[in-house]
């Protein structure tokens, strides 16, 4: 038996209901907010993800799908959204001309990752970005459509985090500091982090591991190192939010493992994903266009996991739906007549099931049940010769005759009578 790599999941039709409405919930509050959807390549050369994410992550170093076409030339299945976003925007002539502007984008991402719960290899995100401005209004503004989508998903136990990794200048002085900090214990630090201390400090406070969580709680914190437009940024954001009441943690670890970050980072955490405790991560930044050989342009943005968001609705019940109405016939004439009828009653908008297999009734309508039908049209012998239909009501089991000749009509009343 052919199976699926390790990692890769399918999305059956029980799963897709919840899928969509996450999705559905994410596009109405981005149109809402003026965001519009950018569908990005789902592979890119190699070059733009180690541009823009950073050749130190582990991302770029470790966790890539990379391979050559045909010509020799390094291509990478994304592994995250931004970068494309930023690689598109530059190489468009007609959007990076204007003051802002402002995309989502929802699809797979690829990561080669150890599987596990919340983890995946080929796992799916939906992101906004914001480009041209640098106020922190856009800070609230990606950070509110984030919670809206979180709380409009049914998603009730979690907590928004907050921080400022400050600008490169001032980022500088801290990360000097940190860096004494560590080394001054560097003999209690884990393997990785010992590593770690010589290429990228700030990814220490990103270890999960007990030694270094706790050399961790006395680290010095950026909050205390922001020059004083960074300062002013971050309390507009906090202004912003309180006045709009979404609440919020301030964590001064949050940094996030990637390079381009500046100022604001966020993320949406819960504690009941187990070890993959944030559905949702961003920030701002305002020199990764510029990176990617682009005028300097400000910008911020966030992405979300959409399994992980999964997870967190899998208890709220959404209402499955089924075909409103399954044929019942006894084959032969009486089949043709059933899909004659069938694809009338498409066209007018009703869903049809049928079986084209000669059957009893009995296992039809087992079959009508199964696939939740509100209602089974019978068509035998005796409805062949009078020109009619019988439409049993599946609930209720009741039961009348129609004509079957009057397609519009016979829609109506099936409208009238089943429509949920
Ligand atoms: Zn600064
Ligand atoms: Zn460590």
Redesign the pocket.
Known sequence: MLQKPPGIEDIFPDRIERWNSIMDTARAVFSLHNYRELVIPVMEYTEVFSRGIGDQTDIVSKEMFTFEDRGGRSLTLRPEGTASVVRAYVENGEYNRLATAKFFYAGPMFRAERPQKGRLRQFNQFGAELFGSSHPYYDYEVISMMDSITKNAGIKDYSLLINSI??P???GEYIAELRRYYLSRRDELCGDCKNRLEKNTLRLLDCKKEPCIAIKKEAPVITDY??E??REHHTELKKYLDNNSITYREDPFLVRGLDYYTRTTFEFVTDRLGGQNAFAAGGRYDNLVEHFDGKPTPAVGFAAGIERMYLLIEDIPVSEKGVSVYMVHTGGEALEQAVRLASGLRACGISVDLDPETKGFKSQFKKADREKAQAALVFGGDELAAGTVTVRDMKSGEQDSQDASDLQALARILKEKFSS
């Open positions: 400050g600008c200048q001032c980022r922001l020059c437009a960074c």
